[in-house]
Every structure is written in structure tokens, then in C-alpha cells.
């Protein structure tokens, strides 16, 4: 017969037993404290938050659910997680993926208040375990992209609205080119008949006219000649944008060669050193209207190189900007104020120290940028009164 404990035994237990209640105790009043504390977590989330079992049937969810469902907790826990989304044949899929791919991200549903409205909300899930490890059901939040979706929408309907708005320009300014084509041609008539009338009266009247009416005669021939320069630079502004020559492959330096060839008496006159970069690249578009484009650069890059520079310069090459190839002509000229940097690419525009140096029509650089913009590209430039100009342009690749 086994021995009775002693009374000191019998104590000793019973404060065990006494000091493992206590301990219980607190092991459940911390837990109690844990799951508030969680619960607090949970409700205080703007997102609808809910738990779902592998049959597809909620299990909890939170004050948000309630609110963009309309129901209250305890009329949604048991019931099919599909049946409050406009699309139950799509939310379904949504939480079985859960359980295949353990998570989804951003699955698009929409949630049917019981009054009839809609919300557009985005789900993330993921399955969690019990404490077996084992797949006990799927945690769901649902994000409310109600005001996401009404800006998407404008966003939608400014980029419409703009796409309409610069249609609307390209046609205007279709047909701003098309009239200032049909009026420059129109204007070409009166100054040949000026012109012709000038001579005439050289040949027939010469000998009789007056020094005063010589100058007249020279100021009136000087004028229409300017007219008759103003007049080929709007056409020429205007065929840009209606030009259908095709778009090839050729070297840049042909361009450079033939803008050199053709200036070389002004530029020999002044006597400009010209340095060429050796190895410049192919290039792809309109041959003739990027020429156009490098033969006015470098005109203007001779006409204002200043009448007092004593080693006047100019350089053509490229260099890497940003990833592109930059092409850019260089000169020691006059140089350009910053404030004018954007004023110079605009129709008319002439500052009053080029106007000092050299005749001009002040579309030479609008013609430019516009050739350049035609090909995908971009033109600035950099300057220093006294110091020089670089004017830089950037041109597109040829489309694989």
C-alpha cells in the first residue's frame, strides 16, 4: 500500500497548482489583451477585411465589410463569400486561386450593396494556417478604387479631349499652311512685275534720272528684292509639314560637305577655319530638309561670326546627350543673351545686333526647329555674348 503524503507534500502541490492557475490566468488575460488589440487592428482598417473557409463561406469580417455590404456581421458569416459581388461567377474563381497559388494581388471585383449600389474594389488574399501548419482558410482585403476609378476616367476623358484638341490644331495648321502657300504665290507675281519695272526703267530711263532717283530706284529694287527673300522663306516654312519626300539612310557629312561647299566664298572671304569631326554618323530622314536645316545653321554660324573677330571658327560634329546622338555647330561668333534662347526659334524674330551685321528674314531658325521636330527630334543651344554660340539638335532613329 503506497505511503500517504505528508501534509508538507500535500502544501507544496497545492501551491504548485495555485502558482499554474495564476500563470493561466495570465497566459489568457495576455491573450485576451492580444486578440483586443488585434481586433482593434482590424476594425480600425478602412479596407473591407473577411476570412473565408476552403468551402468558400465567411468566417469573420470587420465594420468596413459591413458597411459596403450593408449587412450586419453575424447575417454574413456563413453565408458564400461569391454572392455580394455583381460577377459571383468571377469572385469565385478569385478565392479558389487563393488556395492553388496561395495569394492573389489586386483581382478586380465589385461589391453590390444591398441597397443597390456598387463599389469597385480591388482584392488581396492569402491563405493562413492553423496551428497544425495545416491551411485552416483565406484571409481577404478588399481596397475601395472608387475615386481611383473617377480619375482614371478623366484622365480618360482629358486624353480624348486632347487628342481631339490637337487634331483640331493639325487641321488648322494644315490649312494656315495651305494659306500662307497659296499667298506667297500669290505675293511672288507683284514683286517679279517690280522688278521688271525696275529694269525698265534702268534700260530706258537711266541716262535722264536724277542721283536722287537712282537712290529711289536702288531703295525700291533693294525692298523687293528683301520682299521676294521673306516670300521663298514662307513657302518653304510652309511645304515643311506637307513635304512627301521619303525618309533613307545617307551620312551626315554629305550634308555638312555640300552646306560647306556652298558657302565657302562667304566663309573664305572671312576667313572662317572650319573643323569637320572625322566619322560622323549615318543618319536617317528627308535628305533634302535636314540639308536645309545644317545649311542654315551654318549660314547663320558665318553671318554673324563678327567683322572684328580676329580667328574666327567653326566646328561641326556630334556628341552623346542623354543617351542620343547629338549633332551641333559651333562658332566663335557674336553669341546669343539667354533670354533670347527662345525667342530666336520663332517666325520674325531677329535680335537687333544680328540685324547689325547681316540681312535677314527671322525664319531661318523657325524653319529649323520645325525640320528637326519633323524628324522626331529636338533642338537648343547654348551661348555667351562675345563668346560664341552651339546650336544642338537630336534626330530619331530609324523605326526597326
Known sequence: MANKPTYEELEQKIKVLEQEALERKKAEAALRELQRYTRGLVEASPDSLVTISSEGKITDVNRATELITGYPGDKLIG??????????QKARPGYLKVFSEDHVRDYPLEIRHRNGKVTSVLYNASVYHDLKGDVAGVFAAARDITDLKKIEDALRENENRLEELLAEIAAKNAELESFVYSVSHDLKAPIVTIDGFIGALEEDFGDIL???????IMYISNAAQKMELLI??????SRIGRLTEIKREFPFARLVQDALKALQPQAGARGIAVNVQDNLPIVYGRRKRLGQAVDNLLANAVKYIGKDNPNPRID???????????FFVHDNGIGIPE???????????????AKQLAEGTGIGLRIVKQIIENHGGKIWLTSEPGKGSTFY????????
Open 339 to 353: 533670354k533670347y534662347f527662345d525667342r530666336i526659334f520663332q517666325t520674325f524674330e531677329r535680335l537687333s545686333s
Open 232 to 237: 521663298n522663306d514662307l513657302i518653304e516654312l
Open 79 to 88: 453565408t458564400d463569400f461569391s454572392d455580394y459581388f455583381t460577377d459571383p
Open 210 to 216: 536724277s542721283e536722287e532717283g537712282k537712290k529711289h
Open 316 to 326: 561641326i560634329g556630334v556628341q552623346e546627350h542623354n543617351g542620343q546622338k547629338a
Open 393 to 400: 539638335f537630336t534626330l530619331k532613329d530609324k523605326e526597326d
